[in-house]
């Protein structure tokens, strides 16, 4: 009955993790998760052969992460407010690995690793560092319908909640202010919560499952696309820093911002239409909340490009297309995230399927910024234009490319 | 007089009342899972129409209404022995002592009672082997009816499990609350953490039924025949636990591993409940415009002399506010009226309760580690002086010259000359250091044939007194009274009473067996330094998360007064954490590991407190004035090295 109600119970671990990766081709792809430390200049990049790798942007020291329990690494993540701790989310457990920026070595020995592992909670496909730098540590499992959190240094973990009849829950995102939280799950619904008393409200009836969400900074805007659907919906929530404690008071229905329906179905079919394969795989806000980066799934004939579309949420939600952004030949995206910390603009990171990582950096002044320092006059967006130089760019700047075999 | 505090009067009572309705109510839904597992029997083909049977019957219910009672009876306990320190008794006797005191006894009888009243519940929902303590009897022709064994056995397994349990609790400070870092609603929790109180609770029955089993099997037949005899009834012939018996002994254990898990589960239940009821976060008023009311302001309970409960609800609810809530920064950040301490910035009473915590922990932390270092360059030297004597002891043997240098002792001061003290020494004696030089050592008279003459310190002589006596009458000059002698006489007595108390105290001590329940246990030790981590950690946290939001909260630049404060204390702490981490201290007690675990935690809290700091105020905290250490510590984490 439950097989029947959510097939994903039927899948392999592989498969599994797979259909839910953020990677469109986590089996297949060298690269397999990349993820930029929030304050410092480095990233960790996990790959197909289950090691990972730490990237300086001042040392050429590169540390490789490798240990018997980390196999089909599914997500990682920096600790907010910390230098060296890095949590990997994996097919058995979750490792905490500490690496000390100073160090040397390009092993970390096995005493710099803590392995977290809480039973009927496996594989880990999400997980979340408080974001507000507390030595807490969120984790979900999409065949278990429980959100756990660890007190890693004390190594206690806690049951929160429960997300019942979802048949376990996919993904666990918390906005940048720290105030609430999507849980997806395989199921046509989702769940917010706000990160004081942890009470939720619940959105369903979706066409599909939540393929991919993202908040804005200040974690009043939420977008998300769903499987097989050519559109990104938003909810938009009030700004929590006026109230005592962080309150849910979402629309009841989402709204849809943006319809990426190619132009000869559009014709042929109607927009209710739910596509056969994947259309949007990952969507992505830089931290300034200014741009929007989609990814598009594999069987998508535009699985080549990655479109990047300006971004506003005050006063109105409003998506302008910025263009488009071209990759190395015969090479597939995989997987993109935003550089945080960035001073001006943004940086999008690529990884392609062929190994390659791109960085594509985006100048341009945001709307805070605008407002704080009085300047009235509004600033031109992005064209195709804009963004062909930047691709220029890219493919001058080969030599920052990180080719990973 | 001995006022309770308000706020336990009013919302600690309040909410004690509140967790015994909820537990009333939820014993119902919890006795009738029992009573389905109950009856879960292999030759039991009828369970759901016995279980329905049961359901509608009027004395299940009313039965189930006792076991709700009793569990309110629970509740009320947890209440007088619930505690929020972690502190633990450092030395075995305290640990014994703690046990036998009166108010111990009195609640691990209540506990047995309890559960003992709890069993016999049981054992009348259905009619079974363990409701009547008489049963008809086939090995007695003389006799109809004799002692049940199995009645007796089962309501004294209750009687253990209720007693063993709680001392298990106490031992293990299970008793302490545990603030969760993260907040759930009542029935969340519950359904949380059901499956995992159950799970608890079988092991640790199980574990004691292996124990009760056995210590029957050895001596059970005293409590049986003393109470056979007490009530008249006759003895059956045989034992029930027996390795001879083992058909009848498997469903006994079954039936009282059931029966003890459900009163494990009540009592842990109870007090699951009971930690969410009372570690609720409580508003404090910030500010009021009324002065009976500057008791119940948050920044008069974050003091040192409130109630330590009180002590942990205001940091918790600081830590909350300073988390999640801007208004009330903003409120911290502005002008008060009155703070509760006299002082009109709100701040300032909040940032002096924080630092006072840090540093008290830090200072507790430097302690430790310089007993350590003392005790370990104590161990070093005594190593060393062992080898030294017998280096001597050798030297000494073989005729040599003595071994005793001259820098070891040190030259008494002029106005103790020997001509007026012709019995003490030329050096003080007291310098001695007996670790490198015994007395024995000294008085031998090898000594006395080397180059330098040491006479031998006779400081507990009469005549050293007379002659002490005579000095200060010399150098004084002044006609001294036979009282005042006396006087002096008395206190120089008491003195050496004390001494001499002293000393024999440390003999005791050094007797072994004594010494083995006295000395504090070092794990313990350094663990209870961490006793009050909770407040430790929020007191950090809500340090960190004023002083990073006051960059764009703060209008009145209060808190950038005291910047440099708040860092100093912060890195302090990080450096002895940093130091008291890399000493290794074990434990076989999870109780104290966890306590020993909450330094990494705190290390850890701490440096995301910096960094917090650092990241907000970045390259301006170049400008603030702090010591070259701490300038490259937070040049460190300006550029995300630590």
């Known amino acids: ?405 | 007089m001995n006022t309770e505090h308000w706020l336990m009067a009013q919302e600690l009572r309040w909410r004690s009342a509140a967790c015994a309705v909820w537990i009333w109510l939820l014993m119902f839904p919890v006795t009738a899972g029992f009573l389905f597992t109950w009856l879960l029997l292999p030759y039991n083909i009828f369970i759901l129409y016995d279980f329905f049977v049961l359901l509608f019957a009027f004395r299940s219910w009313f039965l189930a209404f006792c076991i709700a009672c009793l569990c309110v009876l629970y509740v009320k306990i947890n209440k007088d022995t619930y505690s929020v320190n972690n502190g633990m008794k450092s030395t075995r006797i305290d640990m014994l002592l703690k046990h036998v005191r009166p108010k111990s006894i009195v609640y691990t009888l209540s506990h047995a009672f309890l559960g003992n009243c709890i069993t016999f519940l049981i054992s009348n929902f259905v009619p079974t082997r363990f409701t009547h303590i008489s049963t008809l009897c086939n090995s007695l022709p003389e006799s109809n009816s004799c002692f049940n064994e199995s009645c007796f056995i089962f309501h004294l397994f209750g009687f253990v499990v209720g007693s063993v349990s709680f001392i298990l609790r106490e031992e293990n400070r299970e008793s302490t609350l545990f603030f969760p870092p993260v907040q759930q609603g009542r029935f969340l929790s519950v359904k949380c953490h059901l499956t995992n109180l159950m799970l608890k609770s079988a092991s640790v029955c199980a574990k004691i039924l292996a124990y009760f089993l056995l210590v029957y099997y050895l001596v059970g037949f005293l409590g049986r025949n003393f109470l056979a005899t007490l009530l008249g009834f006759p003895l059956c012939a045989g034992h029930i636990i027996s390795l001879w018996n083992l058909f009848d002994l498997v469903p006994l254990a079954w039936s009282l591993w059931l029966s003890g898990t459900f009163v494990l589960l009540l009592q842990n239940l109870t007090w699951h409940l009971f930690n969410v009821y009372l570690t609720q976060i409580f508003q404090f008023p910030m500010d009021s415009v009324f002065p009976e009311d500057v008791p119940k302001l948050l920044t008069t309970n974050l003091n040192n002399s409130q109630p330590a409960v009180v002590q942990h609800m205001a940091f918790q609810y600081l830590s909350f506010i300073s988390q999640f809530s801007a208004s009330k920064r903003k409120q911290i950040f502005m002008l008060g009226s009155e703070s509760g301490s006299g002082k009109l910035f709100k701040w300032d009473v909040i940032a002096d309760e924080c630092i006072s915590r840090i540093s008290t922990l830090t200072e507790k932390l430097k302690d430790y580690q310089q007993g350590i270092s003392f005790t370990g360059d104590a161990k070093r030297s005594s190593s060393k002086s062992s080898s030294t004597s017998s280096q001597s002891s050798a030297s000494l043997n073989s005729g040599s010259q003595s071994v005793l240098s001259v820098s070891m002792l040190r030259r008494r001061p002029l106005a103790s000359d020997s001509s007026r003290n012709p019995n003490m020494s030329y050096f003080e004696v007291s310098s001695l250091d007996t670790s490198y030089a015994p007395p024995s050592q000294l008085n031998t008279s090898a000594l006395l044939n080397g180059s330098l003459a040491v006479p031998t310190p006779k400081l507990w002589t009469k005549q050293a007194r007379k002659n002490q006596a005579n000095v200060s009458t010399s150098v004084y000059g002044s006609s001294t009274t036979q009282d005042q002698d006396d006087e002096a006489s008395y206190e120089t007595f008491k003195g050496q009473l004390k001494k001499l108390g002293a000393r024999l105290l440390q003999s005791v001590r050094g007797i072994s067996v004594v010494s083995y329940f006295i000395t504090e246990l070092p794990d313990r030790k350094a663990g209870n330094i961490f006793a009050d981590h909770q407040i430790y950690r929020w007191s950090i946290q809500s340090i960190s998360f004023l002083t990073a939001a006051s960059i764009t909260e703060d209008d009145y630049g209060f808190v950038q007064r005291r910047l440099h404060e708040v860092l100093g204390a912060l890195l302090d702490l990080l450096s002895v954490l940093e130091k008291n981490c890399k000493l290794s201290v074990t434990s076989s007690s999870p109780a104290v590991l966890s306590l020993l675990r909450q330094q990494h935690s705190l290390k850890a809290e701490t440096k995301s407190a910096i960094h917090r700091i650092t990241n907000s105020f970045a390259r301006h905290l170049d400008s603030i004035a702090v010591s070259a250490e701490h300038r490259r510590r937070l040049t460190s984490f300006l550029e995300q090295r630590e």
């Open chain 1, 1 to 405: 009955m439950q097989l029947t109600l959510f097939p994903h119970l039927k899948l392999s671990n592989d498969e599994l993790i797979a259909s839910f990766s953020e990677n469109s081709n986590w089996q297949e792809s060298p690269i397999r998760y990349l993820c930029w430390h929030s304050h410092a200049d480095k990233f960790a990049i996990a790959l197909k052969d289950d090691t990972i790798r730490i990237h300086y942007n001042d040392n050429e020291l590169v540390p490789m992460l490798k240990h018997k329990l980390q196999r089909n690494v599914t997500m990682m993540s920096w600790k907010p407010l910390s230098a060296s701790t890095l949590a990997v989310g994996t097919q058995t457990a979750v490792l905490v690995w500490n690496i000390d920026p100073t160090s040397l070595s390009t092993r970390p020995s096995s005493g710099a690793v803590q392995v977290l592992s809480h039973a009927g909670h496996s594989p880990v496909t999400s997980i979340g560092w408080n974001p507000r730098g507390l030595d807490l540590l969120f984790t979900t499992s999409t065949l278990s319908s429980a959100i756990v959190v660890w007190n890693v240094s004390m190594k206690q973990s806690q049951v929160i909640q429960h997300v019942t009849a979802c048949g376990g829950i996919s993904r666990l995102l918390f906005s940048p202010d720290g105030n609430k939280v999507i849980t997806t799950t395989p199921s046509s619904s989702f769940r917010v919560f706000e990160t004081a008393t942890w009470t939720n409200e619940r959105w369903s009836k979706l066409a599909g499952r939540v393929q991919s969400s993202c908040w804005n900074p200040s974690g009043t805007l939420l977008l998300f696309a769903l499987y097989r659907d050519p559109r990104i919906y938003s909810l938009t929530f009030s700004d929590s820093s006026s109230f005592d404690q962080p309150v849910l008071d979402g629309p009841k229905h989402a709204s849809v911002i943006l319809d990426l329906t190619p132009d000869d179905e559009r014709e042929h079919e109607s927009s209710n239409v739910i596509s056969p394969s994947n259309i949007i795989h990952s969507i992505c806000v830089d931290p300034t909340g200014e741009r929007l980066a989609v990814m598009f799934g594999r069987d998508d004939p535009r699985c080549h490009l990655v479109a990047v579309y300006a971004l506003a949420s005050d006063p109105v939600v409003s998506v302008t297309p910025s263009g488009f952004i071209h990759g190395p030949v015969e090479a597939i995206p995989t997987f993109i995230t935003f550089k945080p910390n960035v001073k001006k603009g943004a940086l999008l990171t690529i990884c392609y399927s062929n190994g390659h990582v791109g960085y594509i950096p985006m100048y341009f002044k945001a709307a805070n910024q605008l407002n704080r320092s009085k300047i009235l006059t509004p600033l031109k967006s992005f064209s195709m234009k804009d963004i062909d130089q930047n691709q220029s760019m890219w493919s001058k700047s080969q030599n920052n490319s990180l080719l990973v075999s």
